[in-house]
């Protein structure tokens, strides 16, 4: 949309200082334009002796100076909105899916909370009614996890497997191997997911590294390959790999960096703090700061850098490692959940 409306932009420019090849249609439908030899103003045409071309210049201009303002505070608007398309379309792609999570999550929270009440022995129910709590909190969690998991297959059939092969494997090939805390095995399935999950559009990722204890993601830099510091925590499982990759994602399409900003702020209360400050948490480092704001997944999702790059997409993103991942993001922030939902439809 607001490529539509730059476009718009740049021709009432050219009409406006381009004046004499603008013309109107008479109300016999016939054209008369000054290029042309023949003078036009509203839709007639007019006699030499009443014609002030500069006084219609200066009309045209001011209209055409107010048509631009309108059109730049809408792009505008629309700039700080571009989340909305991609929320928008997540929810369209897969509407059957989101109508039947939609229908099952509230029985399901309400079933949750009596289930931890009954499994820490705080449950006021008689043992008939706590049995036939679990039997339904189990029979609903089931029934919700279908919808996702079909969401989750329709994404991954996206890309191209050879092709997430082939990627997958020049990355470890690019890598030393011997010097990362897991085998070869996990992240050449790991990342073949990963790429086919996002339709292949990660072109910024070229080798693994172990050099930290916690993980990091690094964009291209002077000539050099993108590189995921897969950090200590890989050994638990993939995750950290499927939060960096996430970075990496930001990086090779950058189109992206708007709508994650508007809906970051769109979230947010505009104050940037220490995350140490918001959290509690001490082990952040002082320059680790973030907007203090209102998010599902942790505060960390506010994460503030200065380049324009966010933790609004790898957050989001780690979540889709499995199903039961994606079902806890959905209860903790729908929007934000179909925000990465329509984002990952868009690659």
């Keep these: 949309m607001s490529n539509k409306i730059s476009t718009i932009i740049e021709y009432i420019d050219n009409i406006t200082v381009q004046y004499s090849q603008l013309c109107q249609r008479s109300r016999d439908n016939s054209i008369y334009g000054i290029a042309e030899g023949k003078q036009c103003r509203l839709g007639r045409p007019i006699p030499d002796q009443e014609y002030n071309q500069d006084l219609d210049l200066i009309r045209v201009k001011e209209q055409g100076k107010q048509i631009k303002q309108l059109l730049q505070e809408l792009k505008k608007r629309r700039n700080n909105e571009s989340h909305r398309d991609y929320i928008e379309r997540g929810i369209r792609s897969h509407k059957d899916e989101i109508k039947e999570i939609k229908r099952l999550i509230n029985p399901l929270e309400r079933d949750r909370i009596l289930f931890r009440e009954i499994t820490t022995g705080l449950s006021s129910l008689s043992q008939e009614e706590q049995l036939k709590v679990l039997k339904r909190y189990r029979e609903t969690l089931t029934k919700i996890k279908k919808p996702l ?110 709508a994650l900003n508007s809906w970051l702020l769109s979230r947010s209360t505009g104050k940037i703090k220490r995350l140490s400050e918001i959290t509690g948490n001490s082990q952040y480092q002082k320059e680790e700061v973030a907007y203090e704001g209102n998010y599902g997944l942790g505060a960390y999702v506010g994460r503030y850098y200065g380049d324009g790059f966010t933790e609004v997409f790898s957050k989001g993103l780690e979540k889709f490692e499995s199903v039961t991942g994606m079902l806890d993001f959905y209860s903790k922030d729908p929007e934000h959940f179909f925000l990465i939902l329509g984002i990952l439809n868009s690659l």
């Design 149 to 258: 998991d079909r969401i989750r297959s329709r994404l991954i059939s996206k890309g191209d497997p050879k092709e997430a092969e082939n990627r997958s494997k020049q990355v470890l090939e690019n890598s030393f191997l011997d010097t990362l805390p897991s085998p070869k095995k996990p992240y050449s399935e790991t990342l073949e997911e990963l790429y086919r999950l996002t339709n292949n559009k990660v072109n910024t990722l070229g080798e693994l590294i172990f050099i930290k204890p916690r993980a990091s993601a690094r964009p291209p830099k002077n000539g050099e390959d993108g590189k995921i510091n897969v950090g200590e925590k890989v050994k638990e499982g993939s995750k950290p790999l499927w939060h960096e990759f996430g970075h990496h994602v930001e990086f090779s399409n950058p189109d992206l960096r708007d």
